[in-house]
């Protein structure tokens, strides 16, 4: 997910249960159906886990009072990695503000073993309280599988994958897939001084050209650039103030100049009279958006080619996306004021998700058809999710696919299946990019 320096972004492991414990989480769920034991089954907010974590520290808390604790905490749920860790912070967090405080075993005055549980209706986190080596009691919390995480877990349409293209310790802008089969047998890298060619051969990537790219005026620190193939030239390269085109055939050459030309958003496998949505064919007529880049900066400046019905600008973004729809499109605008703004061609609205500064529209045969990618972000990894619009409110659509480090550019690809996504990857130090893919899930 993109953190620009111009502006401020949008904003299992399972452990093998020994004895004790698993008869623990087996007594546990035996017993919450026993009155003694108190169960409250509290509904998983779409982006909150706080209601949960409160009530559990405060039924902790109302046995042992505040006061020095060893805690640990255990997932034995289907919890994803990203929701596993919201979870144990924001229980620690609870606890911290109900009193507690952490030590270790030899100093605490009494032990908490949390289990991150569920059964077939809900999730169930026990808590086992310890304060002498004979007494113990149990309090549990469950939150319905209604909630978020249950939604997106159960019966996702699709499944998200991810296939590492390249990897370089110079930045990576974008990659294109020029030749394919079976998997990718040539690729161009864009870099940030020039675009590299490689060719699959011999089991391994072959350096085939470099090209460089010609420009008089120094780089924005937060450099974003475009490959894009066309029908006419083989690719054009799209930087802030400097567009490039290269030849189709024979000696690959690259002419290069400066200018305010507007980078396309909408590429031409989307733009056409007809478009497979689904089992339905149903009409889509869009033109292909081009938005103007800032030439000094690391956004879009709003202004748009042609207008989205009565809009010819829309605010500052750093990327767009889109769901046709039969008449008319769905446009969705991750923007530098730190909302996602969504236009029809009559209204601005902002949607309320979370999101990070790079989407992207996918055409499947999976769900709906058109999906959404959207990225976000899990303490210092980044994911990617995929979304549907049945109306004006996204619904997910697949599992979380997690990235190892900040995801800074995220494209659908001409082909329209599938997304670049590039990766600075903190503990390599390299940057990689990945080809997102999708899967039906049946």
């Not at 990203?82 to 005055?109: C, H």
């Not at 995929?386 to 800074?408: I, K, L, N, Q, T």
Request: hydrophobic fraction near 45%; charged fraction near 20%; include cysteine.
């Amino acid at each position: 997910m993109r953190r620009p320096i111009y502006n401020l972004g949008i904003a299992e492991r399972i452990l093998r249960a020994d004895g004790f414990e698993a008869a623990l989480c087996a007594r546990a769920l035996r017993l919450a159906f026993i009155p003694l034991l108190l169960l409250s089954s509290l509904s998983a907010a779409a982006a909150d886990w706080s209601a949960p974590e409160q009530e559990l520290a405060r039924k902790i808390v109302g046995i042992i009072g505040p006061g020095t604790v060893a805690l640990a905490i255990v997932n034995r749920s289907s919890l994803s990695r990203r929701d596993n860790d919201i979870v144990q912070n924001g229980l620690r967090s609870a606890l911290e503000q109900a009193g507690v405080r952490f030590a270790g075993p030899e100093q605490a005055a009494s032990s908490v073993t949390i289990s991150l549980s569920e059964n077939l209706s809900f999730y169930v986190w026990v808590a086992e309280i310890r304060q002498n080596s004979v007494d113990s009691n149990v309090v549990i919390v469950s939150v319905p599988h209604s909630g978020r995480v249950a939604s997106t877990r159960d019966s996702t349409p699709i499944a998200l994958s991810k296939t590492l293209l390249w990897t370089q310790r110079d930045l990576i802008l974008d990659i294109a897939v020029l030749d394919e089969g079976t998997t990718p047998t040539r690729i161009a890298v864009l870099s940030r001084d020039n675009v590299s060619f490689y060719r699959w051969a011999g089991g391994k990537w072959q350096a085939e050209q470099v090209m460089s790219v010609a420009h008089a005026k120094p780089w924005p620190l937060d450099l974003r650039g475009r490959l894009v193939l066309t029908k006419d030239r083989l690719l054009d390269v799209y930087l802030p103030g400097v567009i490039c085109h290269s030849n189709a055939g024979g000696t690959l050459a690259m002419n290069c100049h400066e200018g305010d030309d507007p980078w396309p958003i909408s590429e031409a496998w989307i733009s056409t009279p007809s478009s497979f949505t689904g089992a339905q064919t149903i009409p889509v007529m869009m033109p292909n958006l081009a938005g103007f880049f800032a030439s000094t900066r690391n956004f879009f400046t709003g202004v748009i080619t042609p207008p989205i019905g009565k809009f010819a600008t829309v605010p500052k973004f750093y990327s767009a996306a889109f769901v046709p729809r039969e008449r008319y499109a769905l446009w969705l605008f991750a923007a530098t004021d730190g909302k996602v703004h969504l236009l029809d061609g009559m209204s601005d609205q902002t949607i309320p998700m979370d999101w990070g500064s790079d989407i992207a529209t996918l055409r499947t045969s999976c769900g709906a058809g058109w999906q959404v990618l959207a990225t976000g972000t899990s303490q210092r990894e980044d994911f990617v999710r995929a979304y549907e619009f049945p109306d004006r409110d996204p619904v997910a659509v697949s599992a979380v696919e997690d990235f190892p480090g900040e995801v800074s550019a995220l494209w659908s690809e001409n082909r329209g299946d599938s997304a670049i996504a590039v990766v600075d990857n903190h503990e390599t130090g390299n940057y990689e990019a990945y080809r997102v893919g999708v899967a039906c899930n049946q």
